[in-house]
């Protein structure tokens, strides 16, 4: 059976060579780094190398795994590819940098399935751009140059409408973009017949500036224990409200319950070693509470999209953690909670607990 192979035109530091790839591989892209490195010797081991390319829109393209390397090759197209390298560390060191890289981005470390999914979404996104651009032209953009013709250079009212066109369908996709993220039945002040109380602790670790210093600086034991503090004010600034008020982590030393104020029990605790993820624990929770009937008693702090989704799927109410931290210090001291306080004065506050 003849084998097809796809040919790669590879530029780094100013050389352009040729590299060709079976189409019966099965690992495309580590057959294509090997080539890299025989290619150009001057890659070193301690270098990661990041291929880029430009898609048919102009944009600029990264290949970093077999998956979308396949899919680029499927298309059965040119491709010229760009090498990139990057000095790395340790594999130690290596690794403690994504994991803060993933926990300043999405607030925890995410799995497999949720990288996977990340990427498809990313993706849909890349898609969507394009879909963006192709529409701006039949609004009146620039048409693409047919053969024997020239391009015609638009006029000034030309060019402003068309300006104005696409600020207009930004806005649409930023407005759509937010109800999206917000239609969800967020809770502004505590429910009345709202008595249990769930905080998602990874998801809040970088909530103002004091609590994502303190993580990245290492200090994620105080950023837990001042989350926890943050708890306790809320719970006494409502005395009888909340029967239990939980705060949980992927994975903390911290395993602790206590009463607050006269009868409410508050439980910081550990999804691991029994579960995963604090986002698996909680949703088995919902759905336990929506079994018994209980849904509507409950209240949700976190801001994760997909974990959002789930509980609210299984009735339970939801609330950002950025908003129940400000309804937290207003309640504290005797003020209106306001959506408008910044940082500083939000960590001012916590600066007193």
Known sequence: MEVTTYTIELTFAGQTKLVQLASASEDYW??????????????????????????????????????????????????????????????????LRREEKMLRKYGKLLSKEEKRQLREERKDERNAKKEHKRAAQEMGGPKP???GQTRRRLTPEE??????????QRLEESQARNNSAEDDDNVDEWPADATHLFLDGNNMMFVTTKLRSLTLGRNRRQAEALLASVAKSFILSQPGKIKEATLIFDNTST??????????????????PKQPTSDDVLIAWAKQAKEEGK????????????????????GGRLMKP???????????????????????ELDAWLSTL
């Open 159 to 168: 060019r402003k409408e068309l300006n104005e066109q696409r600020k207009k």
């Open 255 to 272: 395993d602790e319950k206590m009463v607050i104020g006269k009868d409410t029990l508050f439980h910081i605790c550990s999804a691991r």
């Open 145 to 147: 140059q047919e053969e």
């Open 30 to 95: 580590n057959s294509l780094e090997k080539q890299f490195r025989e290619l150009f010797p001057t890659i070193g081991q301690e270098e990661a190398v990041t291929a880029k390319y430009f898609d048919e829109e102009g944009d600029l393209v990264t290949i970093d795994s077999n998956a979308e390397l396949q899919e680029v090759l499927s298309q059965g197209k040119p491709l010229k590819i760009q090498l990139v390298c990057k000095k790395i560390g340790s594999s130690k060191e290596e690794r």
């Open 322 to 344: 950025k908003h129940w931290i400000r309804l937290s210090r207003g309640l504290a001291l005797s003020v209106p909670s306001t959506d408008n306080l910044s940082d500083s």
């Open 295 to 314: 849904s509507s008693g409950m209240v949700f702090v976190t801001s994760d999209r997909a974990l959002r989704e789930q509980l609210k799927e299984a």
